[in-house]
């Protein structure tokens, strides 16, 4: 899937680079074009690999907004003009999807993602999506009040929403700041991979998946989450379709990018490896295992044929919102606004429900 990538915000604008650079390293060339987009011109300097554009300089002199994202969200209206003219060019007619980049838990990425989003979906027919960062459970109440109001405006502006948690993919005991660079190095790889399936050249045939099916799964809107595993693949086939299984139910259930959601409106199963170590058998029992576990009738499957020893799956979620996850996560949220009252309503409503008020 040819992508443009737009990082707002420190967390933004570095896993954006991360994943640019992912995508050349390997040389997949999915990634079309990535920008960084931040009100603070120290967290852009430290950016080598992509593009950057300074924003809000008029109101905050590049010292960024604090974790102020009504400020961010300003400060994204105001400029937002000057960055679409800064996105020629990076989005062209092959690009098949824009993805907006940021921690929803800060100030420019928090408030100025959704902005952005709405600017893009104004002027580009592709779906706009967005990736964003929730932030650790241990992460203070303004970064959780933050996230919410964030995530409830991303979910009513984007096309869908893929959300890395924080908490998801680092070691236990390692403490959030530690781990950056890990979960940063693991969404750079995973994510990485989603929008490199696709773009296979090599071993092109019926099984291989199409980026339109990484679509077709985003096309649930509302919340997207990823999960991947990997292990050595064999020369025994019996032993490949044990593995197949072994990593697709690790990729779902303990490899996710948001730890317990597994009911979802729709599923991709991506198996990537070396096409001969791929067994038919092996995916199609795994696929009918996703189809149980996630409770869709929407799940797709394909091979992504990669020069690896290794089996891996990716499986993507589409319509994920309905998590006791995203449950606690807006009750986070709503506690650190002191709102909350009342008693637990099904989570995608709350996406929607007035206790937390949208950025704009
Ligand atoms: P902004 O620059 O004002 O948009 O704020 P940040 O991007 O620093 O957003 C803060 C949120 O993002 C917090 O929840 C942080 O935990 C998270 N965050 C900051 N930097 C990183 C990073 O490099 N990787 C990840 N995964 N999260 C980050």
């Given at each position: 899937m040819k992508v443009a990538l737009i990082g707002v915000g420190q967390a933004g604008g570095k896993?954006?680079?991360?994943?640019?650079?992912?995508d050349a390293d390997m040389g997949f060339d999915a990634v079309q074009?990535?920008?960084?987009?931040?009100?603070?011109?120290?967290?852009l300097q430290s950016l080598e690999f992509v593009d950057t554009q300074l924003i809000g300089a008029d109101r905050v002199n590049g010292h960024g907004?604090?974790?102020?994202?009504?400020?961010?969200?300003?400060?994204?209206?105001?400029?937002?003009?000057?960055?679409?003219s800064g996105l020629d060019g990076r989005i062209t007619s092959?690009?098949?999807?824009i993805f907006?980049?940021?921690g929803l838990g800060g100030g420019t990425g928090s408030g100025g993602a959704p902005v952005l989003v709405h600017e893009l979906q104004r002027v580009y027919d592709v779906p706009?999506?967005?990736?964003?960062?929730?932030?650790?459970?241990?992460?203070?109440a303004l970064y959780q009040a933050n996230a919410g109001r964030s995530l409830k405006t991303l979910a009513r502006e984007a096309d869908a929403t893929l959300l890395i948690d924080n908490d998801a993919w680092h070691e236990q005991g390692e403490s959030v700041e530690g781990a950056f660079e890990t979960i940063n190095g693991k969404i750079a790889q995973r994510v990485g991979l989603l929008f490199a399936s696709?773009?296979?050249?090599?071993?092109?045939?019926?099984?291989?998946?199409?980026s339109s099916e990484v679509i077709n799964t985003l096309r649930s809107g509302g919340i997207a989450t990823l999960g991947y595993a990997s292990e050595v693949a064999s020369d025994d086939s019996a032993q490949n379709v044990r593995t197949v299984m072994t990593v697709a139910r690790q990729a779902l259930l303990t490899g996710t990018s948001l730890p317990d959601a597994t009911t979802a409106d729709s599923a991709l199963l991506v198996i990537a490896g070396e096409p001969d170590t791929i067994p038919r058998k092996g995916v199609e029992k795994a696929r009918r295992w996703l189809e149980d576990e996630t409770e869709s009738m929407q799940v797709r499957g394909g091979d992504f044929p990669l020069d690896s020893d290794r089996l891996g799956a990716l499986v993507l979620l589409g319509g994920a919102e309905r998590s006791s996850r995203i449950e606690e996560f807006m009750e986070?949220?709503?506690?650190?606004?002191?709102?909350?009252?009342?008693?637990?309503?099904?989570?995608?409503?709350?996406l929607t429900d007035d206790r937390l008020e949208n950025l704009f």
């Open positions: 896993v954006t680079e991360r994943l640019a650079r992912f074009g990535a920008l960084a987009v931040n009100s603070a011109e120290p967290d907004v604090g974790g102020d994202n009504e400020l961010g969200a300003e400060i994204m209206q105001s400029d937002a003009q000057q960055v679409l092959k690009s098949e999807a907006v980049v940021a706009v999506y967005a990736l964003g960062v929730l932030p650790g459970r241990n992460e203070g696709g773009e296979a050249v090599e071993g092109v045939g019926e099984s291989v998946v199409d986070r949220a709503r506690e650190a606004k002191r709102a909350a009252e009342g008693e637990r309503t099904d989570p995608a409503e709350e």
